[in-house]
């Protein structure tokens, strides 16, 4: 029940496409999701997060959609860029606890130029 | 001025050897982290600790001892080191337990 779900292990998307990354979750407890971007070398940094009381926050390109019904949400990049090209985790957790984050598996994402 | 730093960035040792990794926020904050991340990306924690005192430790070896001398830094010690112990390894500090981490460039442990 602590699991967080992410798929899809990796992706190609041709510049310009819309990747999706999707995050599934069985806890309901769960009240932050955030996104988190790895490039390579460097540590994860945070991109956005959003809490279950929206389904959909956007931050420039970067859009989390959240499904609470489905105990789901989705990262979408639009106007994907190469410099995109990264490991994207998703995570969740209940704020306000001593209540440490849980990590989905990480996509690694390509943007071809 | 790097918000967590974390020395060295690379390592390169024998097994049975021991290393240590040292980290240091300034931020101010009250919480540290230390994550393996594995040849699959995967990110595991390992310990969490706030105001210097541990908080979470997962299913480690007791190999791995982290002190934490004060609430800026926090370092990993590594006893014995097995081939297994291969990964990089992250530092992370966060203002509280959920709230946004920030990590280090992570250190890169090879074991021979």
């Known amino acids: 029940q602590q699991q967080v779900k992410q798929s899809p292990q990796s992706l190609i998307v041709q510049k310009g496409g819309i990747p999706i990354i999707n995050c599934a979750y069985e806890?309901?407890?769960?009240?932050?999701f955030p996104w988190y971007q790895q490039f390579p070398g460097k540590g994860p940094a945070l991109l956005i997060a959003i809490r279950p009381d929206v389904s959909e926050k956007k931050e420039g390109r970067f859009t989390i959609s959240f499904n609470k019904s489905a105990k789901q949400f989705s990262l979408h990049i639009m106007d994907s860029q190469p410099g995109d090209s990264a490991t994207y985790f998703c995570?969740?957790?209940?704020?306000?606890?001593?209540?440490?984050?849980?990590w989905g598996a990480g996509t690694k994402l390509i943007i071809k130029p | 001025d790097t918000a967590v730093s974390q020395t060295p960035k690379y390592l390169v040792t024998q097994m049975g050897n021991d290393k240590s990794i040292k980290c240091e926020q300034n931020?101010?904050?009250?919480?540290m982290y230390w994550y393996k991340q594995d040849s699959k990306k995967f990110l595991k924690i390992m310990f969490s600790?706030?105001?210097?005192?541990?908080?979470i430790n997962e299913t480690v070896p007791n190999r791995f001892s982290p002190k934490s001398p004060d609430k800026a830094h926090l370092n990993l010690h590594i006893n014995s080191l097995e081939l297994g112990d291969s990964a990089v390894y992250f530092c992370?500090?966060?203002?509280?337990?959920?709230?946004?981490?920030?990590f280090g460039e992570g250190s890169r442990l090879t074991v021979l």
């Open positions: 600790y706030n105001n210097k005192e541990l908080i």
């Open positions: 806890n309901t407890a769960f009240d932050y």
């Open positions: 992370a500090s966060s203002q509280d337990y959920t709230g946004e981490l920030f």
């Open positions: 931020l101010g904050h009250d919480t």
């Open positions: 995570a969740a957790s209940i704020m306000d606890s001593n209540y440490q984050l849980i």
